[in-house]
């Protein structure tokens, strides 16, 4: 009689700290995707470690917006889209929402040619097919595996994120150094600064993540796993569990997050920046750009680094957009759901995935379109967050589980902060 129990007891905890851990960790890991590691890549190689600063400000401003999203999602029992159409007429709520699915889809572009071009460089081939390979991967993965068995399988591909640390310990870094340009920024007004400093908070801080990790708390609602299957909204009593619960997993993916994207510009500023290579075109050139100066191994964890992250990324990618626009229109929208039963939702998923590796045949500047994307997202972003602070601070929304000041200052804070660098860059780019 007692085996049972002892199995019981040791099963216990890793099951607790698979469910702590869910929607909020696989959002902080799917931030740095391919087009991600481009950005950071760029600012190491371009500016060394005059960036590093920008990772830590960050962070405490993404947690507080992930967790608003968070918030909505679980509160509510509906997306963003959903949310806000019922608070606003809906072109003002279809104008972001058309901005979120053409920068997904160039990040899409972005992020696969990356994958095929990572592929190519470490067993050859050709980069097209293996981009296709990709694709098709993951468009089946969510239209065939039902959302209860998909989780975990993506919880999984974060732990690929780990690589870019490992990166770090193949190569000589000048701590010193690092630490400077991480506490002591030194601030630009020139406009190729200002274009990357926008691009990286636009890839840290990217509307698709908030739609993401919304409508993932819907999605682990509805499951069983979730008690109660229920939006916190109509309880009459409890509930504050289930924060608690997103607290701990978006504080721990965003950290998870953050940290990656700074081993990633310390490394590529160590290496790249060090070497006098102040340019790159992709994730994969940044990679390949590594061979000579840090060896084999560090290129090769690089490069897996970016195939493992784009698997991750693709998916929420394609998803935010299906489920933003299902929820504009009340298309059901879930990936427990087969096909027939979600056409609509399915189609967006398959169209941007298609038109996105589409795209790879077009002769664009690939950093370049990465970074405007970035820059399009965080532009897209403010107003996006600022209709989402009216949400969860909106007692008719939220009922008893309106945010509370401290979360509501700094969801606002978030968004004031994305404001001023946005209209920072606006006013470089002024003769």
Request: aromatic share 10%.
């Amino acid at each position: 009689m007692s085996r049972p129990n002892n199995a019981a007891s040791k099963k216990k905890p890793r099951n607790i700290i698979f469910r702590l851990l869910g929607p909020g960790l696989v959002t902080g890991a799917a931030d740095d995707d391919p087009s991600g590691i481009a950005t950071y890549s760029q600012a190491g190689a371009q500016f060394g470690y005059g960036l590093l600063w920008t990772v830590f400000l960050t962070t405490p401003f993404m947690i507080a917006i992930q967790l608003v999203s968070a918030h909505i999602g679980r509160v509510t029992g509906k997306g963003i889209a959903a949310n806000a159409k019922q608070f606003y007429p809906l072109p003002l709520v279809l104008v972001p929402v058309a901005l979120l699915i053409v920068a997904n889809t160039i990040n899409i572009a972005a992020d696969l040619a990356a994958m095929g071009e990572a592929l190519y460089l470490v067993i050859g081939g050709l980069k097209h097919e293996h981009g296709l390979i990709f694709a098709a991967s993951s468009v089946l993965l969510q239209v065939f595996v039902p959302y209860h068995r998909y989780a975990p399988i993506m919880k999984c591909l974060t732990l690929v994120l780990f690589l870019y640390v490992a990166v770090a310990f193949t190569i000589e870094i000048p701590w010193r150094e690092v630490l400077v340009g991480t506490v002591l920024p030194t601030i630009s007004l020139n406009h190729d600064y200002l274009l990357l400093v926008v691009a990286v908070l636009g890839t840290t801080i990217s509307p698709y993540l908030f739609f993401w990790q919304a409508s993932q708390e819907v999605e682990e609602m509805q499951s069983e796993r979730s008690r109660p299957r229920l939006p916190l909204k109509i309880l009459t009593r409890g509930g504050r569990s289930e924060l608690t619960r997103m607290t701990i997993d978006t504080t721990v993916g965003m950290l998870f997050s953050n940290i990656i994207a700074y081993f990633i510009i310390v490394a590529t500023a160590s290496t790249l920046h060090a070497h006098g290579i102040n340019q790159i075109q992709t994730a994969a050139e940044a990679a390949e750009a590594l061979r000579p100066i840090a060896g084999s191994l560090a290129f090769v964890l690089f490069a897996l680094g970016i195939i493992g992250t784009g698997l991750l990324a693709i998916p929420v990618l394609a998803g935010s957009a299906a489920y933003a626009v299902a929820e504009l229109f009340g298309w059901p929208s879930t990936l427990e759901a087969k096909f027939p039963e979600a056409v609509g939702f399915y189609a967006i998923i398959l169209a941007a995935t298609i038109i996105g590796f589409a795209m790879g045949f077009l002769p664009i500047n690939p950093i370049q379109l990465l970074v405007w994307t970035a820059v399009i997202n965080g532009i897209v972003a403010v107003p996006i967050m600022a209709v989402m602070m009216l949400i969860v601070t909106n007692r008719k929304a939220m009922g008893r589980f309106q945010a509370r000041p401290t979360l509501a200052w700094a969801g606002w804070g978030a968004t004031a902060l994305m404001g001023v660098t946005v209209v920072a860059l606006l006013w470089s780019l002024l003769p």
